[in-house]
């Protein structure tokens, strides 16, 4: 793992709202900014305590917690970016010799190894790099056990926030400034610690002073004696030319903790060349754009204004997202999983083939059907118009056939004569009426009927009158079947 934070940050996403989120402790801060026409303006804020530990209880819990308390806050905000507590931080110091990017990434790699007690490789490592006289470089590097990020992660997937960044709160608070002499020794009190960092055209220390906060009874007292210790300690540690150029105190936080640490500070550090000041509020030009008149200093404030106007935080401990081919590498690597892996791919180089074949003969067969299509289209319409017009065109003289068979029935001598014959049905339903001398006339006529070719279900209808009589008698032609 290289500890060159550029080649670990994701690439930025391009927003315009965004919830800034820092932890501290069992307290959460956040607040929601929109950018819009070079300016930024709240849209939510809070502040919460947590009941459930990130590190140690179940994430889906926390995840909950957190969800609870946006919506309670009437947040809707699903990007964020995140300020990692800094006692989180593992931090080494190096100095760097003037060398190509590459082998500067090499020696910092090496370092990282050797300054921290884990696994490089279990760690997510991001440096900052102060200017030294000779083009030498003075680093920063800022490691987070990737178990730590691991567990906030799925928190904040259960509280349904996706993370754009992982950053400090300390140092966006106060930016390291471009040119080395502009050196800030910046103090952010905070829930049980206080945040130290140096900046000297980049972050040359950064520390969480533990035991410089004591609660009794509910209420906070800052031990400002052990703050100044380890000032001066973290101070003697750096370069000689870096040390001097460290000329301003600045104290973030509570009001009243804030100024008794600053005076405190001032009898110990003003004699030395360090201003002191307690800073409450934004400058004008802080980030670049037009600020909310009653924006509140605060961590989470400035990480997602930074983030929003484009500043690129000085530690970025997000991990890179794996790709899927990544993915695959790192699972089927080594061990009795690479033979798996090595059938496994060429199976599917196998499925791979047969689908491109199978392709091609789609490909092949649509060729040939673009260029028949117009053809069979034409002989469906036809045959369509043949089936329609059908029964118009009978070559079987059906109702010739069937007046033949009427007409062979009756005698020739006139004893039965017809007087209507209706043909119904396309030709199926035959009914006839007419008159006769006598029935017996009749019968025969029936009885030739009823026996000639395709005459079936004769019935007969009431005889009326006499001499002459009327009749009538209905039958199916071709078993009722059209032909």
Excluded at 61 to 67: A, H, N, P, T, W
Aim: glycine content about 10%; aromatic content about 6%.
């Amino acid at each position: 793992m290289k500890p060159d934070s550029k080649s670990k940050a994701r690439k930025p996403k391009k927003l315009t709202s965004l919830l800034g989120l820092t932890l501290d402790g069992s307290r959460l801060d956040g607040v929601v900014l929109k950018r819009t026409n070079g300016s930024l303006a709240v849209l939510q804020s809070f502040s919460a305590q947590l009941t459930l530990d990130p590190l140690t209880a179940a994430p889906e819990l926390v995840g909950r917690e957190i969800r609870n308390h946006l919506d309670a806050a009437g947040v809707r905000e699903r990007d964020c970016i995140v300020g990692l507590p800094l006692r989180w931080v593992l931090t080494a110091q190096t100095e760097l010799p003037p060398l190509p990017d590459a082998d500067a990434a090499s020696l910092l790699q090496l370092e990282a190894e050797r300054s921290f007690h884990t696994d490089a490789a279990q760690l997510q490592i991001a440096d900052s790099r102060c200017p030294l006289d000779g083009g030498k470089k003075f680093v920063l590097l800022g490691a987070v056990p990737n178990p730590h990020l691991g567990s906030l992660e799925q928190v904040l997937g259960a509280a349904k926030l996706r993370p754009a960044s992982f950053g400090l709160g300390l140092a966006a608070l106060q930016p390291a400034g471009g040119a080395k002499t502009d050196g800030v020794l910046a103090l952010a009190i905070g829930e049980g610690t206080v945040g130290l960092q140096i900046t000297a055209g980049g972050v040359a220390a950064l520390r969480a002073l533990e035991g410089a906060i004591e609660t009794e009874g509910g209420r906070r007292s800052l031990l400002a004696g052990v703050v100044a210790r380890e000032a001066r300690v973290t101070l003697g540690q750096l370069p000689a030319e870096m040390r001097q150029a460290v000329t301003r105190i600045r104290i973030f936080g509570p009001r009243d903790l804030a100024q008794q640490l600053a005076n405190e500070l001032a009898l110990k550090f003003e004699p030395m060349g360090l201003k002191v000041e307690v800073v409450s509020a934004y400058a004008p030009n802080e980030f670049g754009v037009t600020l909310p008149a009653d924006a509140a200093l605060s961590p989470a404030f400035s990480l997602a204004a930074r983030f929003l106007t484009g500043a690129r935080p000085a530690f970025e401990f997000l991990p890179p997202k794996p790709t899927l081919l990544e993915q695959f590498i790192a699972r089927y690597s080594s061990g009795p999983l690479r033979t798996t892996g090595a059938i496994a791919a060429g199976v599917a180089l196998i499925l791979l083939g047969l689908f491109l074949f199978q392709q091609i003969q789609l490909w092949r067969l649509r060729s040939q059907w673009s260029h028949m299509s117009v053809k069979v289209a034409e002989l469906e319409k036809i045959s369509g118009q043949i089936r329609f017009y059908r029964p118009w065109y009978d070559d079987s003289y059906r109702t010739l056939s069937i007046l033949r068979q009427v007409t062979l029935a009756f005698p020739e001598n006139g004893a039965v004569t017809a007087k209507t014959i209706e043909i119904r049905d396309s030709g199926t339903t035959v009914s006839c009426s007419g008159n006769t001398l006598d029935s017996a006339s009749l019968g025969a006529v029936l009885g030739r009927l009823s026996a000639a070719d395709g005459v079936t279900d004769l019935h007969t209808g009431q005889l009326r009158g006499k001499a002459p009589m009327q009749f009538s008698f209905d039958f199916k032609y071709g078993n009722g079947v059209a032909q």
